[in-house]
């Protein structure tokens, strides 16, 4: 007899002290299963204020972790570990490599102040708040890098280039990314890992220019991880949640090209909203979550042999919360 999975996750969800985290660009069918939604910086804080000791996050790896950072008390699964492509591109030691090319280019580690993208491993987030740095989040980025310059340090943006360059662009600072071209660090504001996100890459030049062709009045939103290229000549970027209000804003005949991730934009209203990109733009790490995954983890809770559950060594939560902190305390 197959299992009715919805049917079975609302029951364990009544029956355990559990709570279901999912992030916008999982799949419908699991989205629909979550207690709590929303863009990083807010999963992040609604899953501190949770009061449940369980939570199964329906996301990707350093999502969990970064609920396990800043509430170590709690027990974190997650359906799938899926990790994020953008936050493997750096680890630990290629954090370092960064701290060394500006030391080696004239800049005291002193006079470096790294801030870290969410989306990082722990591992990262520790090295930064080591370092008396911050994480920062789409949604906060502008705020957290004017915090750092307060500092009068050189910013050390870790490891979305797409990011770090956008948020320097609208603040008018000048950036460089290690790796490309000439980075000078002395003549930089904020200095750039040569990290990015795949699926925010696919959006073109092109395609803007397709649909700016097609509805001379259409609107174009997307998300800071595209190329600043793109960033530049879109209407509006923000993050997860901000586009969804900047969607919902719009007058329903204004029609509205998106460059995020697919799941997301077709969740949107319907009607007058386009996917700005002419292949589908998904995030396979994202979508690895079923609702058999969801339905197998929370079982495993109500089983007392937990599955996927998230670790984070001591020395790690200490720094990286202090990162993730400090984040949370400028918000
Ligand atoms: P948000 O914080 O905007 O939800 O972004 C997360 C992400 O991974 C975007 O690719
Ligand atoms: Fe990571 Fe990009 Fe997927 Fe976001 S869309 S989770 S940045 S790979």
């Not at 949107?268 to 007058?272: D, E, K, L, P, T």
């Not at 990109?277 to 995030?283: F, G, H, I, N, V």
């Given at each position: 007899m197959s299992i009715d999975y919805k049917a079975e996750i609302e029951r364990l969800k009544k029956k355990l002290p559990v709570t279901v985290v999912g992030h916008y660009y999982q799949r419908d069918e699991v989205f629909e299963m979550a207690d709590i939604t929303g863009d990083s910086l807010e999963l992040a804080r609604k899953c501190k204020a949770?009061?449940?000791?369980?939570v199964v996050f329906c996301g990707v790896g350093f999502m969990g972790q970064s609920v396990k950072v800043i509430a170590p008390e709690k027990r974190v699964l997650m359906p799938k570990i899926a990790c994020c492509a953008m936050a493997r591109m750096i680890d630990g030691s290629y954090f370092d490599d960064s701290v060394n090319y500006m030391v080696e280019r004239g800049i005291a580690k002193e006079d470096i102040l790294p801030i870290t993208y969410i989306n990082s491993d722990a591992t990262v987030k520790a090295k930064v708040g080591e370092m008396g740095g911050m994480v920062c989040t789409s949604s906060n980025a502008y705020k957290i890098i004017e915090k750092g310059l307060e500092s009068g340090k050189k910013i050390l943006f870790v490891p979305d280039r797409c990011l770090g360059q956008n948020f320097a662009n609208s603040m008018g600072l000048k950036s460089c990314v290690i790796g490309e071209g000439e980075c000078d660090p002395k003549e930089a504001d904020v200095i750039c890992f040569n990290g990015f996100c795949s699926v925010h890459q696919l959006f073109t030049l092109d395609d803007i220019e397709f649909y700016r062709e097609k509805y001379p009045d259409i609107k174009i939103a997307v998300h800071p991880e595209c190329d600043p290229k793109i960033v530049e000549a879109a209407d509006f970027a923000g993050s997860t949640s901000q586009l969804i209000k900047y969607v919902n804003d719009l007058d329903p005949e204004q029609k509205v090209a998106i460059g995020t991730e697919y799941n997301l934009v077709n969740r949107?209203?319907?009607?007058?909203t386009y996917v700005l990109?002419?292949?589908?733009?998904?995030?396979p790490t994202m979508n690895e979550t079923t609702l058999e995954d969801l339905y197998l983890t929370l079982k495993s809770i109500e089983d007392e042999k937990p599955i996927n559950e998230i670790v984070v060594d001591e020395h790690t939560v200490k720094y990286a919360n202090l990162a993730l902190e400090r984040m949370l305390a400028i918000n």
């Open positions: 949770d009061i449940n000791p369980w949107m209203r319907q009607g007058n990109s002419a292949t589908k733009p998904e995030c």
